[in-house]
């Protein structure tokens, strides 16, 4: 039977609200954040809600932080059966003006997080025939103009999934990636961008989400038991994903004038 789940990224927003969702179904969760408070906070959460489970501290740039983390996954529960690559941090900026930096520091977190998670990992999940869930974005299939560092980090976390989902079959070992557009949680905390502006226009979009990070949990929990690939929580990623599959232009075209409406006031 399989019901030992990892978490990064668990004290907060989604990261948590999939702990409770499958804590619900008397799961064991081991659960990592860089927030202490947060995540202490997920723990006692989830045993309200009949899971239970321990948490270890876990930057996820720090892949010596994951490795230990998973030794401390085999000695408290004998090993685990799903990991959530869930740990991730919100920037933008035009590209003329993110600087390398700001590249580096969301590559690290967004893109090299879970490649380090399932790195660390994966002699685990071998052993379990375990199941891999990374969270991506619709940033990674829709690439929305001002956050092309996020943009390319998720579209590599979706290119990362869909090479284990084929390297990893022969192991059984199953995987998934979930492309969420914007919805509310404290994701924004978390912005680094050259425009303190941009933070606000970032803000609005997270809080017009028709649906909330717990529906999301569940939906990516009847996605994972249905044995879906790429999941896509919201009703109108899912109409432009298809849409840009039939004809990329008219999404270039949109994408280019909002590109063009953001810069506004413009002279030409
Ligand atoms: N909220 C959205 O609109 C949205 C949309 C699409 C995808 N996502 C993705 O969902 C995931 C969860 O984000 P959220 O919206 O719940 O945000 P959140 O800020 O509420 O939660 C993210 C958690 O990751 C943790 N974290 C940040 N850097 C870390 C690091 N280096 N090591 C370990 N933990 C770290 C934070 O402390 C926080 O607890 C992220 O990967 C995010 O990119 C969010």
Known sequence: MQNRMMITGAGSGLGREIALRWAREGWQLALSDVNDVGVAETLKMVREAGGDGFTQRC???DFSQLTAFAQACEEKLGGIDVIVNN????????FNELSLEDWDWQIAINLMGVVKGCK???PLLVESKGTIINIASMAALMQGPAMS??????AGVVALSESLLAEL???EIDVHVVCPSFFQTNLLDSFRGPKPEMKAQVG???EGSPISAADIADYIYQEVAKGQFMILPHEQGRMAWA???????LIYDEMAAM?????MPRTK
């Open 59 to 61: 930057d996820v740039r």
């Open 87 to 94: 740990a991730g941090v919100a920037s933008g900026g035009f």
């Open 120 to 122: 660390a990992f994966l």
């Open 149 to 154: 560092n996020y943009n390319v980090a998720k």
């Open 169 to 171: 079959k022969m192991q």
């Open 204 to 206: 609005k979009l997270l």
């Open 243 to 249: 849409v840009k599959q039939k004809n990329p232009q």
């Open 259 to 263: 590109a063009d409406k953001m810069r």
